[in-house]
């Protein structure tokens, strides 16, 4: 007989006979389910065999919500209902669903009814842990049949009964009943074994409850109380509850009673809490919730507080916290007048708290800290760490309780709740109420936490993948607004770029890797990369999008992405572009005012392979723009995509005062329509174009004598340019450039162009398509000073392959004025 189960039958779906069968010795059989992390049952024993009629070889690697009951339609009496449909049977709790899915961060529990084949349906009471640590479990379920809890004498009704949780210490032999927990878990390790029971231990031991205040403690000899005690025990409670002697005057058995209906009070004001809290992820939220959860019903005032890694969403925070350690004012929630604590504690001061204080000694120690009364002398003490404020009105003669907010053994901060002088002091029960409070909202805390900092670490990853575009390069402007998706995680692979390239030219990119996450964000800096690597050897659009392609097959074949990739030739007023299964851009023109989709062979998304690329040619005027984005910001489920093209399109033809704000008029007409959960990127250029007065050119022959024409028409055009102090290291460095081409690369011919836009562009080009090389020249070396002279006078150089051969070229800062 494996663990999880005790001897004594009780009927399940796989039995059919109609009828359940009670416990037999007063022992009632147990079911143990493990669930793994992805969802599968890692552990089925006897017990969940016979509750749910699934052998164990039937059960193991198959989803639990397939297998155990989650809520759904409660089915009619005499239905046959196939197996895995479920129903919860009366809100007790949450849904089992909510911690199957990972959605609750603490234990749940509640009651389902079970369908069956036939007119049976087995009432279920069912017990949830969610488990952390580095083995491959993830949740642990107990259930058991509600009717074996019953006896046929027994008068109290099924409704009456109630899965729940409880401190074991809160029953006698409580060193026993932890000592054989495993007894109830599944066969593992010694380490994985202790690992387990430590978790049940701390979120609380399973127990059943009964509205006459009745515990049951799960055992491996679970037994239910006979019919004659509970009632025993009601009339007692009855008694003391009508009014006569106080608690003290009472025997030990009323005392009892009394104390089971403040247990019950205390359990049910903790399922209730527990419930309230750990709604959402967001860690801002998550600290109001807990606040708000105390407030009144608890205490009167709760003041939160959490280390400086939490709030800032760091990771974990370490060691034990000391006198140095900053601790940051979240939340202050209370009953008092509006205002009164606001100016004296504001949310978001940080301070240190000095080792005499009980906040110090509730930080160091991770045990909750009980003042039954602030004396006048505590308040000073309490007081001092206020600068300038006089707190000791608001704190003194008031009872006050300090709770740790831990996980993983850790504190994350502490609660400070306090009560109004007239009512009744914290006692040890709400010492104990309290540290089960702060241990529930710790675990939901460390989850908000722990998501602010993967949201963090994610969303810091891609923004140090996406470029920081100059907003003026030769020719245009450019502005881009990147927008993260609204999904969990909101990672995803949209990028933009710009490449500077030879002849004034600059690329312009847009892409957007399919799907979400971190490796969508890894692949899309992959492919980023890649594509300034193929722009800088100024490939031809489409050739660049095959050799991308290319690439992303080899990378796996899960690299899937569109990309738009436009060049533009600001001299001669071109954009040559290429697409790959990319929406297509928007061209508004400056004459009229007029927006149009440019018209671009589709072509089939990168990494698909084997499909061709075509690239087409537009001519621009000076002062068109041109406005390229992903799909995330013109597709909205349920709606035609081609309504967010039309809104582009008419929103991008909107005048505007500049770039940024002509890029914040699209992003506020796209982004209001609601159902955008994609991450969006935008990147609109305005081509300004480079007039003819600004460009000088010439060819030269491959002849030595040449290299001083070509410095003499530079001096002769950088003066009539008004450029007159440039003109002395631009035409050495010219000299430097054409020689190196007449001697190097025996070409056929020779071009030298002068640009003046932002700065003064000279490029050198032959038909040769060897690159140069930067060499060390020694002294007495009679080559490779030429180089050497450009990258040390320049603002910037470089040398690239062009169709015909090559291109050499550097840059000269402009005088200002």
């Known amino acids: 007989m494996d663990r999880g189960t005790e001897t004594g039958a009780a009927s399940g779906p796989g039995t059919g006979d109609g009828a359940a069968e009670h416990a037999t010795d007063g022992r009632i059989p147990l079911a143990v389910v493990v669930v793994d992390r992805d969802g599968l049952v890692s552990h089925w024993s006897s017990g969940a065999r016979r509750l749910f009629g699934v ?76 488990l952390v640590g ?83 403690p799960v055992t491996p000899d679970w037994g239910v109380p006979q019919r004659a005690e509970r009632k025993a025990r009601r009339e007692r409670a009855a008694l003391a509850a009508s009014g006569a002697p106080g608690p003290r005057d009472l025997p030990d058995d009323e005392r009892e009673d009394l104390e089971y209906v403040a247990v019950r009070e205390r359990l049910e004001f903790l399922n209730e809490v527990s419930g309230r809290i750990g709604t959402s992820l967001d860690l801002s939220r998550t600290i109001q919730e807990v606040s708000r959860a105390v407030v009144p019903r608890f205490t009167d005032v709760a003041g ?54 009980p906040f110090f000694q509730c930080m160091t120690t991770g045990e909750p800290v009980l003042v039954p009364r602030i004396s006048e002398q505590m308040g000073h ?93 030769a020719g245009c402007d450019i502005a881009t607004r990147y927008l993260p998706g609204t999904l969990l995680g909101r ?42 690597t193929m722009a800088a050897l100024d490939l031809p659009p489409a050739q660049l999008l095959r050799n991308l392609d290319d690439l992303a097959q080899r990378l796996g074949d899960g690299y899937l992405a569109t990309c738009l990739y436009a060049v533009y030739d600001p001299i001669a007023g071109l954009l040559h572009l290429a697409n790959a299964g990319h929406i297509p851009p928007v061209l ?60 582009l399109c008419e929103s991008a033809a909107h005048p505007a005062a500049s770039m940024d704000r002509a890029c914040d008029t699209i992003i506020r007409a796209l982004n209001t329509r609601g159902g955008r959960k994609d991450d969006v990127a935008l990147l609109m250029a305005r081509l300004n174009g480079i007039g003819p007065e600004a460009v000088a050119e010439w060819r030269l022959a491959p002849e030595p004598a040449e290299a001083g024409r070509a410095r003499a028409v530079v001096r002769e055009q950088l003066h009539a340019w008004g450029l007159s102090g440039l003109a002395d290291n631009a035409e050495l460095m010219v000299g430097e450039l054409v020689t190196n081409v007449v001697r190097h690369a025996h070409s056929r011919g020779i071009g030298l162009r002068l640009v003046r836009g932002d700065t003064l562009l000279c490029e050198v080009d032959d038909d040769d398509h060897t690159l140069p090389i930067l060499l060390s020249a020694g002294p007495g ?9 450009v990258s040390v006078l320049s603002r910037a150089w470089g040398a690239s392959r062009t169709g015909a051969g090559k291109t050499v070229w550097f840059e000269l800062t402009l005088p200002r004025g």
């Open 588 to 647: 508004v023109r400056a004459a009229d005012g007029r927006s149009e989709l440019l018209d671009l062979p589709t072509g089939a998304p990168i990494g698909v392979g084997g499909v061709p690329f075509e690239a087409v040619r537009v001519r621009v005027e000076p002062g068109d723009r041109l406005v390229m984005c992903t799909d995330g910001l013109v597709e909205v489920r349920g709606e035609d995509i081609g309504v967010g093209l039309a809104t």
């Open 781 to 789: 070396d009679e080559f490779g000073r030429g180089l050497r002279i």
């Open 304 to 357: 939160t507080y959490l280390r400086e890694q939490v709030v800032a969403g760091e990771g974990f925070p370490d060691g034990v916290p000391d006198t140095t350690t900053m601790w940051h004012r979240v939340a202050v929630e209370h009953t008092d007048e509006p205002g009164r604590w606001d100016d004296v504690v504001p949310v978001g001061e940080a301070m240190p708290f000095p080792a005499h204080t």
């Open 491 to 532: 990672v995803g692979g949209d990028w933009f770029d710009s490449v500077k390239l030879p002849g004034s030219r600059t690329a312009l990119v847009v892409g957007d890797v399919m799907g979400h996450g971190l490796n969508s964000a890894a692949m899309m800096g992959q492919l980023r990369t890649a594509v300034q």
């Open 55 to 130: 052998a164990r070889e039937e059960a193991l690697g198959r989803q639990a919500v397939d297998l155990l009951p989650v809520s759904g339609a409660l089915p009619e009496a005499g239905d046959a209902v196939p197996f895995g449909s479920r129903a919860t049977y009366d809100g007790l709790g949450p849904g089992l669903e909510s911690s199957l899915d990972g959605r609750l961060s603490y234990p749940a529990a509640g009651r389902a009814r079970l369908g069956a084949v036939g007119p049976r349906r087995i009432d279920v009471l069912w017990w949830a842990y969610p």
């Open 381 to 473: 003490v309490i007081a001092a760490q206020f600068e300038k404020r006089d707190i000791r009105p608001l704190i003194t003669n008031r009872s006050m309780l300090v709770v740790p907010l831990k996980a993983r053994n850790v504190v994350l901060g502490f609660m400070i709740l306090l009560r109004h002088p007239e009512r009744v002091e914290f006692n040890d029960m709400d010492r104990v109420t309290g540290a089960e409070l702060a241990a529930r909202a710790g675990l939901v805390l460390d989850n908000a936490r722990m998501y602010t900092f993967q949201e963090s670490v994610a969303e810091t990853l891609q923004d140090s993948m996406l470029p920081t575009i100059a907003p003026r390069m």
């Open 134 to 216: 580095p083995g491959p479990e993830r949740l642990l379920v107990l259930a058991a049949d509600a009717a074996a809890t019953r006896h046929e004498d027994d008068d109290v009704s099924f409704e009456r009964i109630a899965p729940g949780f409880a401190l074991h210490t809160d029953f006698p032999g409580a060193e026993e009943l932890a000592r054989r927990l495993p007894d109830i878990l599944p066969s593992m390790s010694v380490g994985e074994s202790a690992r387990v029971v430590a978790q049940v231990l701390e979120l609380g031991y399973p127990v059943l409850e009964f509205s006459q205040n009745d515990r049951v």
